[in-house]
């Protein structure tokens, strides 16, 4: 397999060998959704947190005496059923939301989800991008040049996750001319994971012959 490797400017200036162990497996939707959803969970920032009746401040006193009221006997106003009482199975901060992922398993959901992208079109590759100067200015253009790319239109005019730009490495000054994109989501490529391929409708990646390399270490 091959693709056509292109420049920032859109041109073709070549091509490049594809991987059949990175970009030749069948689709498993059972499987990526297993890895992504374990994936998304163990990243989950747990905020929400609800008190126990036991953690609520007061009520220690009894409402009233137990018989002879009249009314329903109560031993604390910080009972659930109390207005400013404790909450029943509330959310807890405190809960473990951490699933474990097999190795082998992340990395054919990768792979997997590499080739269906491939096969629909959705890979890019591009031979490297100069910008000359740290400026944002420079990197839409970059963007506006990929986009007049047949099938690649949206580059420019999705307003989020349009791409995932990867390179062997990144440099301080490419980061900082990306960065006011949002429709842009840079990394480099042994960072690369599922939920990072899923969440953008392209992949671009720049230098594709040694970001290939490193994508074929991780996948033993």
């Known amino acids: 397999m091959e693709s056509t490797v292109y420049n920032q400017k859109g041109e073709k200036v070549g091509s490049v060998k594809i991987p059949e162990a990175l970009f030749g497996a069948s689709w498993n939707a059972d499987m990526v959704h297993q890895v992504v959803t374990s994936m998304m969970s163990s990243m989950r920032n747990v905020v929400a947190h609800a ?27 910080r009972s659930p059923i ?15 939301y951490n699933r474990k992922i097999n190795k082998g398993m992340a990395e054919k959901a990768l792979v997997t989800i590499l080739s269906k992208k491939f096969k629909e079109g959705e890979v890019i590759c591009i031979d490297s991008i100069d910008l000359g100067e ?26 989020k996750n349009a791409v995932c730009l990867t390179m062997p490495k990144h440099t301080d000054s490419l980061k900082r001319a990306f960065n006011n994109i949002g429709s842009v989501n840079m990394m480099e490529v042994r960072n ?10 392209f992949i671009a990646f720049v230098n594709p012959e040694e970001s290939f390399k490193v994508l074929e270490s991780r996948i033993k």
């Open 51 to 77: 008190k126990t009746r036991g953690e609520v401040r007061g009520g220690g006193k009894k409402p009233w005496q137990q018989k002879g009221t009249g009314r329903a006997r109560h031993g604390s106003t």
């Open 82 to 96: 109390w207005v400013g009482g404790g909450t029943t199975h509330g959310p807890r901060k405190d809960k473990n």
């Open 134 to 159: 740290s400026k944002t200015k420079q990197a839409v253009a970059v963007m506006k040049s990929l986009s007049q790319i047949k099938g690649f239109e949206t580059l420019s005019k999705k307003s």
């Open 192 to 201: 690369l994971n599922p939920v990072e391929l899923l969440n953008n409708k």
